[in-house]
């Protein structure tokens, strides 16, 4: 069973920083690109960023380029967004969500995983 | 780069088939075939119910279905049930941002 676990979710002050962690198991983790998605309280979703399997191709939303980083640890099985300088508008559920390809995008997302608040506050 | 326009809400009673719209423009929804459509109950892991504009993943039932006019893709339940109520969100690549989302569209079978 395909399994998708978030972690790393907090209260921080705005500026502050945060890693999000999305464990993966149930499938061959090094087969597919990876993507966090986030929904901001009573908003729709936000793409966030792209990783492809081997991470030869990373994107990033404008909202975030330069603020965050997305990377992967195959042995682990584990995506991760590294979330510097936030903002109150970074407050959202982030999740990760399996990309159906491996070294580019299909654009659609087969499983996600339940997410992890993120919340900017003072 | 503008989020794609979805209702806020659609309502149906049970058997009867509605439809969600999801309007984007000639840079995304208008011209790729890459509209993908996600249903979501609160607090759970969004689900994948339409992907490339019309595909159905094995396991989604046969009552959910999409499609696409110029820069409107559409997803259609039909024989609408109790457990289908939730909210729903279309997605599109855009050559610009990569990918854009709808506002989402709560479903409410009464």
């Known amino acids: 069973e395909v399994q998708l676990v978030e972690s790393g979710g907090a209260l921080v002050q705005p500026g502050g920083s945060l890693r999000l962690t999305c464990a993966a198991s149930?499938?061959?983790?090094?087969?597919?690109?990876m993507n966090w998605v986030r929904q901001a309280p009573g908003k729709g979703l936000e793409w966030v960023s792209y990783?492809?399997?081997?991470?030869?191709?990373?994107y990033y939303a404008d909202s975030v380029k330069g603020r965050f980083t997305i990377s992967r640890d195959n042995a682990k099985s584990s995506l991760y967004l590294q979330m510097n300088s936030l903002r109150d508008e970074d407050t959202a559920v982030y999740y990760c969500?399996?990309?159906?390809?491996?070294?580019?995008?299909?654009?659609?997302?087969?499983?996600w995983g339940q997410g992890t608040l993120v919340t900017v506050s003072s | 780069h503008s989020a794609l326009t979805q209702p806020a809400s659609v309502s149906g009673s049970p058997g009867q088939s509605i439809t969600i719209s999801c309007t984007g423009s000639?840079?995304?929804?208008?011209?790729?075939?890459?509209v993908s459509w996600y249903q979501h109950y609160p607090g759970k892991a969004p689900k994948l119910m339409i992907y490339?504009?019309?595909k159905r993943p094995s396991g989604v039932s046969d009552r959910f279905s999409g499609s696409k006019s110029g820069n409107t893709a559409s997803l259609t339940i039909s024989g609408l049930q109790a457990e289908d109520e939730a909210d729903y969100h279309c997605?599109?690549?855009?050559?610009?941002?990569?990918?854009?989302f709808g506002g989402g569209t709560k479903l409410t079978v009464l």
């Open positions: 969500a399996r990309d159906r390809c491996s070294s580019s995008s299909c654009y659609w997302f087969d499983f």
């Open positions: 000639s840079s995304d929804v208008g011209s790729y075939n890459l």
């Open positions: 990783i492809s399997s081997t991470s030869d191709s990373i």
């Open positions: 490339d504009d019309s």
């Open positions: 997605c599109s690549y855009a050559h610009s941002t990569n990918l854009v």
């Open positions: 149930g499938f061959t983790f090094i087969s597919y690109s």
